[in-house]
């Protein structure tokens, strides 16, 4: 194997970035969560650049990864230009990302940067208009546009969706899902794991929303809500992102003969495979679990990530979560709105009004990086974090 033919930098050196695996390490996720940590473990990348607006996070960034100041900027287009890297993250807020996306473009069709991919956080931005151009402008400079709704790129997650393809739970049915956050930075995961598991195109023709209030819903900024969603392939969808107590991120995906149940979403993987059999010879058919068939062979998601980034740009498949997925994200959050305020009506999908705006959570708090308002919260020193330290998981290796 070819190692390292592939130059990836980095825009936004925060928490997804950089320090989240400190957050996540002794939970149920896998590390790396990280987009650095992500590009550490896969052999083809080398990490060439990073580029921060705040001096404090490009030297922290430069201290924990042992990389020469030299290759941390302040502006993105100086880095590009002089780094030239293949694969690019996306790591800021919602707020910018769509500038920095277009910048990017237009400097690839000027010949300024060969930029091939761009890994973008979510959700893609704050209104349906930046998400258009920003697909747009990713088609025309031929980068591949790849949003980390990063279940899309999970290994249980693909084995579930390949189980579902090959009929294992009959004809899909329904997937009902429990989660909390709002409806664009959190509902982004749970909506893209619903579409994923829904099967056939993946894509939502209309549905049915409520908003947490009527004050929310007459505003422009992110909030909880539920939704009822008609899949283009016949498969209904209900998701309750009001809070759900105990049953918080659960997702049901319910077939004709089996089912998928997964508890804990939002912190792993707890996984049952339920089909319909009789308990004894001769019975009617009764659901019965049986232990999940994991997957053989395991990565993180945001491992995932990157390998599907070097898939695309080497084979030209649809990335596991898309740039066009994710304007669909956005739009099925914006449309819940739109149901709430005409007296919780019915809409279809695509949305005719692209100018409308929903300002995702994490751009409230400012420009300000996370850490540096206060946002971010210390490693953990629980047991099974320090279980995992000892085991060597989430250490930072130096840049090669
Ligand atoms: N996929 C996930 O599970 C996941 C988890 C956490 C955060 N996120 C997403 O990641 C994004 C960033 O969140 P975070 O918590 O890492 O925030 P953060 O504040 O820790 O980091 C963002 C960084 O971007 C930098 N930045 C802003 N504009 C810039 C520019 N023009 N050029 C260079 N750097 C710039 C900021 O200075 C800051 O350091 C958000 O959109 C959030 O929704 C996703």
């Known amino acids: 194997m070819v190692r390292e033919r592939y130059r990836a930098a980095l825009i936004g050196l925060g928490r997804i970035a950089d320090t989240?695996?400190?957050?996540?390490?002794?939970?149920?996720w896998f590390v790396p969560?990280?987009?650095?940590?992500?590009?550490?473990?896969?052999?083809?990348?080398?990490?060439v650049g990073g580029t921060d607006l705040h001096p404090q996070q490009r030297a922290w960034f430069g201290e924990r990864w042992g990389m020469d100041p030299a290759h941390?900027?302040?502006?993105?287009?100086?880095?590009?230009?002089?780094?030239?890297?293949?694969?690019?993250?996306?790591?800021?807020?919602?707020?910018?990302?769509?500038?920095?996306?277009?910048?990017?473009?237009?400097?690839?069709?000027?010949?300024?940067?060969?930029?091939?991919?761009?890994?973008?956080?979510?959700?893609?931005?704050?209104?349906l208009a930046d998400a258009d151009a920003m697909v747009a402008a990713c088609r025309e400079a031929g980068i591949v546009l790849l949003m980390n709704a990063m279940r899309a790129s999970d290994v249980y997650y693909r084995r579930a969706r390949a189980?579902?393809?090959?009929?294992?739970?009959?004809?899909?049915?329904?997937?009902?899902?429990?989660?909390?956050?709002?409806?664009?930075?959190?509902?982004?995961h749970i909506l893209g794991a619903m579409c994923l598991l829904a099967g056939g195109s993946e894509r939502v023709s209309w549905i049915v929303g409520e908003v947490e209030s009527d004050e929310k819903a007459a505003g422009d900024v992110d909030f909880a809500a539920n939704v009822y969603l008609a899949f283009e392939n016949g498969v209904r969808g209900f998701c309750r992102m009001m809070p759900s107590g105990p049953a918080n991120w659960m997702i049901d995906a319910i077939g004709e003969?089996?089912?998928?149940?997964?508890?804990?979403?939002?912190?792993?993987y707890e996984w049952e495979l339920w089909r319909m059999a009789p308990a004894v010879e001769g019975e009617r058919p009764t659901p019965v679990r049986h232990v999940f068939p994991r997957p053989q062979r395991i990565w993180s998601a945001g491992v995932g990530q990157?390998?599907?980034?070097?898939?695309?740009?080497?084979?030209g498949k649809t990335p596991n979560c898309?740039?066009?997925?994710?304007?669909?994200?956005?739009?099925?959050?914006?449309?819940?709105?739109?149901?709430?305020?005409?007296?919780?009506?019915?809409?279809?999908?695509?949305?005719?009004?692209?100018?409308?705006?929903?300002?995702?959570?994490?751009?409230?708090?400012?420009?300000?990086?996370?850490?540096?308002?206060?946002?971010?919260?210390?490693?953990?020193?629980?047991?099974?974090?320090?279980?995992?330290?000892?085991?060597?998981?989430g250490r930072r290796r130096p840049v090669s």
Not at 39 to 47: A, G, I, K, L, S
Not at 257 to 266: A, C, K, L, P, Y
Request: hydrophobic content about 40%; overall charge negative; some cysteine.
């Open 20 to 28: 989240i695996d400190d957050e996540v390490v002794g939970t149920g």
């Open 33 to 47: 969560f990280s987009h650095m940590g992500s590009y550490m473990d896969v052999p083809e990348v080398q990490v």
């Open 72 to 127: 941390l900027y302040e502006s993105y287009e100086e880095m590009l230009e002089r780094e030239r890297p293949d694969i690019v993250s996306v790591c800021t807020s919602a707020a910018p990302r769509a500038k920095v996306v277009l910048d990017i473009a237009r400097m690839v069709r000027a010949g300024r940067t060969g930029v091939k991919c761009l890994w973008v956080e979510k959700p893609i931005a704050n209104s």
């Open 163 to 188: 189980l579902i393809d090959a009929g294992a739970l009959g004809k899909m049915l329904q997937i009902t899902t429990h989660s909390g956050g709002n409806v664009s930075h959190m509902g982004t």
């Open 257 to 268: 003969t089996g089912r998928i149940h997964v508890r804990n979403v939002d912190k792993g």
């Open 306 to 315: 990157v390998k599907d980034a070097i898939a695309c740009i080497e084979t």
């Open 322 to 393: 898309s740039g066009e997925m994710a304007v669909h994200l956005l739009e099925i959050a914006i449309a819940i709105r739109e149901s709430h305020r005409r007296g919780n009506v019915h809409i279809d999908l695509p949305l005719t009004d692209r100018d409308q705006v929903l300002r995702s959570s994490e751009t409230m708090h400012g420009d300000q990086p996370r850490i540096i308002s206060g946002g971010e919260r210390p490693p953990p020193t629980h047991l099974l974090a320090q279980i995992a330290r000892r085991e060597g998981i």
